[in-house]
């Protein structure tokens, strides 16, 4: 399993925004689909967005596309989420995951076996 720590989370006004980072140790960063997961209280955690091992392929969920942007960066072993044009139905915990199969991180998420332990993100009306 790969080892994962986020950071980046706040408190923003509407129309505001914050980048994610997540940090990975453990296994070779490169083998390793990368997925931007969230969970609003009282919810199910959810796909956010989603990039393949060499960062050559992203997915996002239609409630993000075109506001948030995810990308890695395998020199430094990190994975990052920049959110533009932040709304309050964006509030949640926000959670770095790790699969080896690009499927299993857009498609399955029950099957994800590294996740991190998630950053809060508030954005206020």
């Known amino acids: 399993q790969v080892h994962l720590v986020e950071s980046g989370g706040g408190l923003v006004q509407a129309g505001g925004s914050l980048r994610l980072s997540c940090a990975a140790s453990g296994r070779t960063f490169s083998n390793y689909a990368m997925g931007w997961f969230r969970q609003a209280p009282g919810k199910e955690r959810e796909f956010v967005a989603g990039?393949?091992?060499?960062?050559?392929?992203?997915y996002y969920a239609d409630s993000v596309k075109g506001r948030f942007t995810i990308s890695r960066d395998n020199a430094q072993n990190r994975v990052y989420l920049q959110m533009n044009s932040l709304k309050p139905e964006d509030t949640a915990v926000y959670y770095c995951?790790?699969?080896?199969?690009?499927?299993?991180?857009?498609?399955?998420?029950?099957?994800?076996?590294?996740w991190g332990q998630g950053t809060q993100v508030t954005v206020s009306a």
């Open positions: 990039i393949s091992s060499i960062g050559a392929t992203t």
């Open positions: 995951a790790a699969a080896t199969s690009w499927l299993t991180i857009v498609r399955d998420q029950d099957k994800i076996g590294s």
